[in-house]
């Protein structure tokens, strides 16, 4: 019996790779009472709690449990750690305009978060695998405490060092646009790197101390803060329009900035915005075309910003609600499209 599970047990690492499977010949004990390995319950009997962080997941096959295991694994970090969605966005957004910024481990490390089951955690293995009598497949994956403290702990000293360059960058420039840029990442970074630190004291407790991280962000918050207060935008419009006048509000208070009148501002957005009717000789519906560009410009300094535009069509029954239609498609594209836009020239200025 126990050599036909040892066969079992080769073929299947054949199958789905030696780096996936540590198959052993089963001699696992199985609780009669459950159908189900003794190790499953009591993972710390079979490998040392010390050593690994370990989780365990069953399924109707050895890939479904071992997807499942990992899912289980992930989610240790996805209970104990909130908030991370929108940091990862944001990490995210800003290494895709920023080459410097930018760091693969970093970006791996975040996504031990948010990792889907079918993909693998880093420094994790399956330890065991085995069938209980329920016949079901159980699988037990690891991640190797110490090569992991190793590398996250590499990983946030190399963020520290940009984060150090970013600070310094913010305090020494003239422009209050890229004073704002620099210090709007060295915050994300820090965030970064207390999440990281988060990370590690699920992974490896009491092996790093995780006030460093916490302090940097306190710093980095009040940094970011004192350029905000520096950061005033004024807004130009050629029309009334509060629909559009709110989306752009809302989209640059987003990025960091503050509105006043252009008495106190360092920074001018001018909006222009058209709407016409357009003939379409449609009987069944009213259209109107409508072009929208924002420019920034920096009083005082000689630099110069590209200008935002966008354009597009709208139709509806009556000739009106085709004009608050396109009001509305023109303020969607302020809140996605201008944002990236404006995220793109505080990465492109640093």
């Known amino acids: 019996m126990n050599t036909i599970k040892l066969i079992f047990g080769l073929s299947l690492c054949m199958l ?3 780096s996936a499977c540590k198959t052993q010949q089963s001699t696992q004990e199985t609780n009669t ?24 997941g069953s399924g109707d096959s050895f ?8 899912g ?17 966005s944001e990490f995210t957004e800003s290494s895709e305009n920023n080459a410097a910024f930018t760091s ?15 993909e693998e955690l880093m420094n994790t293995e399956v330890l065991t695998s085995d069938v209980g009598t329920d016949g079901r497949y159980y699988v037990l994956v690891g991640m190797n405490r110490s090569s992991s403290l190793e590398v996250y702990t590499n990983e946030i000293q190399v963020n520290e060092t940009k984060i150090n360059t970013l600070t310094q960058g913010s305090s020494t420039q003239e422009s209050v646009f890229r004073k704002l ?37 306190t710093e980095a918050e009040s940094r970011f803060s004192e350029v905000q207060e520096q950061a005033v935008v004024s807004i130009d ?22 509105i006043s009148g252009p008495e106190n501002s360092v920074l001018q957005l001018s909006v222009n915005y058209n709407a016409q009717e357009a003939n379409l000789n449609r009987d069944d519906a009213e259209f109107v075309t409508w072009n929208l560009s924002i420019s920034i410009s920096e009083p005082g300094m000689e630099r110069s910003y590209q200008t935002f535009t966008t354009r597009g069509r709208d139709g509806a029954l009556s000739l009106v609600d085709a004009f608050k239609r396109a009001e509305l498609t023109a303020s969607k594209e302020i809140e996605t499209k201008f944002s990236e836009f404006l995220n793109n020239q505080l990465s492109l200025h640093n």
């Not at 159908?35 to 370990?54: F, H």
Request: proline residues 2%; hydrophobic residues 35%; neutral net charge.
């Open 16 to 18: 789905t790779g030696a």
């Open 33 to 56: 009472v459950s159908g189900v390995p003794e190790w499953v319950n009591n993972p710390n009997r079979e490998y040392s709690d010390a050593r690994y962080l370990m989780a365990v």
């Open 63 to 70: 890939e479904n449990a071992r997807s499942r295991a990992y």
């Open 72 to 88: 289980n694994l992930t989610q240790i970090f996805r209970s104990q750690i909130d908030g991370s969605q929108q940091l990862i």
């Open 104 to 118: 693969n481990e970093t970006t791996r490390l975040l996504n031990n978060i948010r990792i889907e089951a079918t």
């Open 181 to 217: 840029s620099l210090a709007k990442e060295a915050l994300i970074l820090a965030k970064v790197n207390d999440n990281l630190a988060r990370q590690l004291e699920i992974i490896s407790p009491g092996n790093f101390d995780r006030n460093q991280t916490t302090a940097r962000v």
């Open 237 to 258: 419009m050629n029309s009334h329009n509060a629909v559009l006048r709110d989306a752009v509000s809302k989209t640059i208070q987003e990025q960091g900035f503050s």
